[in-house]
């Protein structure tokens, strides 16, 4: 049977037909069973079955699917019952069922089943308003006649319900032949795709999209060619199906935009890194060795989700953060994605401006070693300057990593500061200059080369940069931000934890870490007033972290009270306004005068 004949003969069939999946959810209704029962099809589509039958008739029902099989014919398996429409009445039903062959692509056992239901006393033979002539016409013959009528009725309805599996097969070919699926690649398109989250949604199990596309694609396209763009495609299908389970979902949009539906997921986050690892591995494509970047957003079900509509329009704004942040990564969705606010859309939009223009600038601020009476390093903040005023960090960052900016100001922040700071770093070997960087940018898997190509570039020695992270990039994170770590630090850089004592870290546990510093969190100094606190946590994170071979600096110092309570329980190193406020590097020189006088009065006072 033709696809495009089996398609209408099910979805215009004067018999309500139905097929139902394995698990027993409707997968396929006519137009016929929404008017029966009186459901529109988005209501029913993944449904139970047992929605469309009276209480009392839900286990005879499920009895006659139990009993389908190899023992039993695999069509025509009949059923009497009582039906439930939408609007609550029953309504007498003749059910057929039909088992459907196994569908030798899966190679799985579960197998559909096929329903033709009609009303008990419902003649679909007769035409509508010749039913009250037809049956005085019957009657008018005698017994007999009626009889002839009942089994010549009787044998077109069996006639009929013995199609309805070979037209079932046929759409189910018809599907994998392209009307639903996408030609190329095989996938399913956006309209099933769009049918099953719309079914998923329905269940109360878990679900997640990821929304992705490849980062330039149509250089890509050019480059490559037609027919090996569309091996790439090809690829990138396979490599998908690869990455999630049997019952998952993996669809084409269009173009070179997939998407992923994942149901009764509990790690939806494991299976985004999978992807991303999988397609990251380099592609063979029309005789060439690419490896093609991949922006993926990730937006899960919650209690207030609407529909899939709204799951797919956070999927694309995580996305769309995701390619702005520098391409290449995948972010899971935030609300402030989002949102609208005409003050936080000009943020964003002025942000990204900034930083096409190069405005971000760099401010430093000075860290001492007492010990020494001499600044040993100066750390990097990030600045903008807009409408005549600087913005601290702390406001237009969290912007940065709602938008994706994030690695381009990382980035240019690391590079700045090295040049700017390297004449002073070239004075002691013994110097350095910290920068901050964000969990985010670690989603770039070349994070640590950039970072090398950057020192290289700028001259600076790996052992005079320390990067400083938070705990929860440590401790929340993947195996691979911890193989970057280690890569940098054999090549020489320094590695801090800042913020230590707020959350994560045991200090059992900085031993297996990649680190060679902890950065004692102001929340904590904040702690000391007049200088005679018992604070007996300080000596032990001290102590310790020196047992492990770690220094320790104790940031957020603004009354000499608290330098000299650190400096008493061996704290190597000291930061905050008390010495110095972060300023630019062409008022470096003050801003170690400033310092210097700081600390010998503190050292004077002791």
């Not at 097929?19 to 029913?44: C, H, K, V």
């Amino acid at each position: 049977m033709e696809p495009g004949l089996a398609q209408l003969l099910l979805e215009h069939s004067p018999d309500p037909l139905l097929l139902l999946a394995p698990d027993g959810s409707i997968s396929f209704l006519n137009a016929a069973a929404e008017g029966l029962f009186g459901y529109s099809r988005a209501q029913l589509l993944g449904a139970d079955s047992s929605l469309l039958l009276a209480e009392a008739s839900r286990e005879p029902f499920h009895g006659v699917l139990s009993g389908l099989g190899a023992s039993t014919p695999r069509s025509g398996q009949p059923f009497a019952g009582s039906g439930r429409r939408a609007d609550g009445t029953e309504v007498p039903v003749e059910i057929t069922c039909s088992l459907l062959p196994p569908d030798a692509g899966t190679g799985s056992p579960a197998r559909s089943v096929a329903l033709s239901v009609r009303s008990a006393g419902h003649r679909p033979d007769v035409p509508s308003g010749s039913g009250t002539a037809g049956t005085s016409t019957a009657a008018s013959q005698g017994g007999a006649g009626a009889a002839e009528d009942a089994a010549a009725h009787r044998r077109r309805t069996l006639a009929a319900s013995a199609a309805v599996p070979a037209a079932f097969a046929a759409h189910d070919d018809q599907l994998r032949a392209g009307v639903l699926r996408d030609p190329l690649t095989s996938l399913p398109n956006g309209t099933l795709f769009n049918e099953r989250l719309a079914a998923a949604l329905r269940r109360p199990d878990p679900v997640d999209v990821l929304l992705l596309n490849l980062d330039d694609f149509k250089n890509l396209n050019d480059m490559l060619g037609r027919s090996s763009a569309d091996e790439l495609l090809v690829e990138v299908a396979s490599r998908l199906r690869n990455c999630v389970r049997p019952h998952d979902t993996v669809a084409r949009l269009g173009g070179d935009e997939f998407v992923v539906l994942l149901t009764e997921c509990l790690n939806a986050d494991a299976v985004a890194k999978r992807i991303s690892e999988s397609l990251y591995e380099p592609v063979r494509a029309g005789g060439s060795l690419i490896r093609p970047g991949v922006s993926m957003g990730l937006a899960s079900r919650t209690a207030g989700t609407l529909d899939g509509a709204e799951l797919l329009r956070q999927a694309d704004a995580a996305m769309t953060a995701a390619k702005s942040g520098g391409k290449n990564a995948w972010l899971r969705f935030r609300p402030e994605m989002l949102n609208t606010v005409v003050s936080k859309v000009d943020g964003q939009a002025g942000l990204r401006q900034a930083v096409e223009l190069g405005q971000i600038s760099v401010h430093y601020q000075p860290v001492v070693n007492p010990g020494l009476g001499a600044v040993v390093q100066f750390e990097a903040f990030a600045r903008w300057e807009r409408h005549g005023r600087l913005i601290p960090p702390n406001q237009f960052l969290p912007v940065a990593e709602q938008s994706g900016l994030i690695r381009e100001i990382g980035d240019e922040v690391m590079r700045r500061a090295c040049a700017e700071i390297r004449p002073w770093l070239a004075g002691d070997a013994a110097y350095s200059v910290a920068v901050n960087v964000s969990g985010l940018q670690f989603q770039n898997r070349d994070f640590a080369t950039d970072v090398l190509s950057i020192l290289a570039s700028t001259g600076v020695d790996p052992r005079q940069l320390m990067l400083e992270l938070t705990e929860s990039v440590f401790f929340e994170s993947d195996s691979d931000v911890l193989r970057q770590l280690r890569q940098l630090r054999a090549a020489g850089v320094r590695i801090a934890m800042d913020d230590f004592g707020t959350g994560y870290a045991a200090l059992g546990r900085l031993k297996e870490l990649p680190l060679d510093k902890v950065k004692i969190d102001r929340s904590f100094v904040a702690m000391i007033k007049t200088g005679q606190e018992h604070l007996p946590f300080f000596g032990t994170m001290i102590n310790a972290a020196h047992d492990l071979g770690l220094k320790v600096t104790a940031e957020g110092i603004e009354t000499p009270a608290q330098a000299r309570y650190l400096m008493e329980r061996g704290c190597d190193s000291l930061q905050g306004y008390l010495f110095a406020r972060p300023a630019p590097a062409s008022e470096l020189a003050g801003t170690m005068e400033s310092a210097l006088t700081a600390i010998d009065k503190v050292d004077a006072a002791r």
